[in-house]
Structure formats: structure tokens, C-alpha cells
């Protein structure tokens, strides 16, 4: 007999409240760094850990809030395992909070740690 584990309990001690088209549940945000722009620049990805049976249904310009902030979904949820999570990739929705100039050219610092670059 196969043992049956119910995954809100997994999400309980971890997650966070996450929303897409009405749908309302818990998953994990993970934020891991990654460098871009030959190693001279940091940038977050999101990714999120939920239930295929809540949000598996999710496609590409989707837009989902988690823990209060909008993303929008980058790409279909990969499911992971057993297909009981998947994995969604998102792009934080932020406004430019700063200006920047530079030797050449200037940029944009947006809110999630993207740069826009410009020309001068």
C-alpha cells in the first residue's frame, strides 16, 4: 500500500500565500542569484514551488501574486517528482525606482535588480 502524504503539509511551515486567476494557495519563493552580463552584474530569479492540482494550469504572461508582490509567469510550470509540485518561473512586475548615469551611457535600476540599458 502506497503511503499518501498530503502536500499542504509540506507547504505549511514554509510557504506563502500565492493567487493566480482565483485561485488561491501556499508555495516556496525561491530568489537564487544569477550572474548575467559576463559576471558583472547579480540578478534574481524567481521561482516558485507549488501544487500542480492549484496552479499547474498557469501559461506564459500570466500574472500571480505571492506574498503580496505581482509576477508574471515566464514560462509553463514544470512539474517536478511525482507531479505533485511544480515549478514556475516568474518575473517580478516593478516600476523604476532609480536613475542611474554611467561613462557610457546611463540605465535604469528597476526594483527587482534588473537594468535597462540605454543609449546616450
Known sequence: MAFVEDPTDFLDDFGVSVTANGTTGLGILDMPGEYV??????????LLRAETSRFGFVTYGDTMTVAGNSYQVREAPL????????????????????????????FFLLEDGFKLLLES
Open 37 to 46: 552580463a559576463d559576471g558583472r552584474v547579480i540578478t534574481n530569479e524567481y
Open 79 to 106: 512539474m517536478i517528482d511525482d507531479g505533485v509540485f511544480c515549478l514556475i518561473l516568474l518575473t517580478k512586475i516593478a516600476v523604476a525606482v532609480a536613475h542611474l548615469l554611467l561613462e557610457d551611457g546611463s
